[in-house]
């Protein structure tokens, strides 16, 4: 999976740059409830040097954690937040260059090396790309300026819904849940009958993410 979700990386980069630019002075509220664009950009700049800890780890072996804290990844979010908005994009920009290029230089042995994400799983570094790719592109979504889950690559959708039906059935702290698409249906483990939940790619993966879906579905608990 890690050529495809290099690819993924690449078009959710250029995606979330684009979106970015029509984005004024990032100022506009988004679709993340108390964050404007100012914090949603340092959020995104700030991941791919977190995952760039990660390829660190991968590359040296020596344990190097995403974030030093939750307090301080918060705090660092606000501070960013304070910037102006064309250093911002710059720094969104230079980051996910930085990123691409700490990914291309790792060998096959450090590509399998265990390492930790920020909810603490215990992950092959070939999943890197994986976490950029669903930051980049689902928080293109975020910024609320035009795009939305129906613009994302189609496989991307499927894999997105086979990762959260995944990681919410072994949770199980949500409703037992059937998804159904046009495609393919998943079940998602959880407490009761199942409900069956129908729609489309984009909103089976909008509504399991925790975003706005147009379509009748239980709550869930958040994702992460």
Not at 179 to 190: D, Y
Request: hydrophobic fraction near 40%.
């Amino acid at each position: 999976m890690t050529a495809i979700s290099l690819a993924w990386m690449r078009t959710g980069t250029e995606l979330f740059l684009t979106t970015l630019d029509r984005c004024g002075d990032l100022t506009a509220p988004t679709a993340l409830e108390g964050w404007t664009g100012r914090h949603l950009a340092t959020h995104v700049a700030a991941n791919a040097e977190a995952l760039l800890n990660l390829v660190h780890w991968a590359r040296t072996g020596e344990p190097t954690p995403m974030y030093t804290s939750q307090e301080q990844r918060n705090a660092d979010i606000e501070e960013g937040a304070t910037r102006p908005p064309e250093a911002l994009k710059e720094w969104v920009g230079s980051s996910a260059a930085r990123l691409a290029d700490g990914l291309a230089g790792l060998t096959g042995e450090q590509w399998s090396r265990t390492v930790r994400t920020a909810q603490g799983r215990a992950v092959p570094a070939s999943e890197v790309p994986w976490m950029r790719s669903r930051e980049v592109l689902i928080h293109a979504v975020d910024l609320d300026a035009g795009v939305t889950f129906a613009d994302l690559p189609a496989d991307f959708l499927v894999a997105l819904i086979e990762d959260i039906a995944a990681k919410r059935s072994e949770a199980g702290d949500g409703p037992a849940l059937t998804l159904i698409s046009p495609e393919r249906t998943w079940p998602v483990a959880g407490s009761g009958q199942p409900t069956g939940v129908t729609g489309s790619l984009a909103d089976l993966a909008a509504y399991l993410s925790g975003r706005t879906a147009h379509i009748e579905a239980p709550d869930l608990p958040r994702w992460l």
